[in-house]
């Protein structure tokens, strides 16, 4: 069974740092672009930052100098390390990918379950 699985969430002080993990298991041929997106309470999910294969990085202009995204291709994994916290990044962090599961199959956008980010002193 296909999954990605976030880990690395919980509660820091602002200014702290956190390190996010989403892992990708089950049959997988190929993953094409990852990316990290939030969810804040009574807010829409946004687009923190993308990673292509080949490593060339986007990200939010409110994270941008904060936040570093970064790919492990041999272990379909992607990660986000988060520096200088603010309240203001409190929200369900998801991590999402589009994937093959076979070398003529189509490319399907994945999620993970979410891990809770909190900011607060």
């Known amino acids: 069974q296909l999954q990605l699985v976030e880990s690395g969430g919980g509660l820091v002080q602002p200014g702290g740092s956190l390190r996010l993990s989403c892992v990708a298991s089950?049959?997988?041929?190929?993953?094409?672009?990852m990316g990290w997106y939030r969810q804040a309470p009574g807010k829409q999910r946004e687009l923190v930052a993308t990673?292509?294969?080949?490593?060339?990085?986007n990200y939010a202009d409110s994270v941008k100098g904060r936040f570093t995204i970064s790919r492990d291709n041999a272990n379909n994994a992607m990660y986000l390390q988060m520096n200088s916290l603010k309240p203001e990044d409190t929200a369900v962090y998801y991590c999402?990918?589009?994937?093959?599961?076979?070398?003529?199959?189509?490319?399907?956008?994945?999620w993970g379950q979410g891990t809770q980010v909190t900011v607060s002193s």
């Open positions: 089950g049959s997988i041929f190929s993953i094409n672009a």
């Open positions: 999402n990918t589009a994937l093959k599961t076979s070398r003529w199959g189509s490319w399907n956008d994945y």
């Open positions: 990673i292509t294969f080949g490593g060339n990085t």
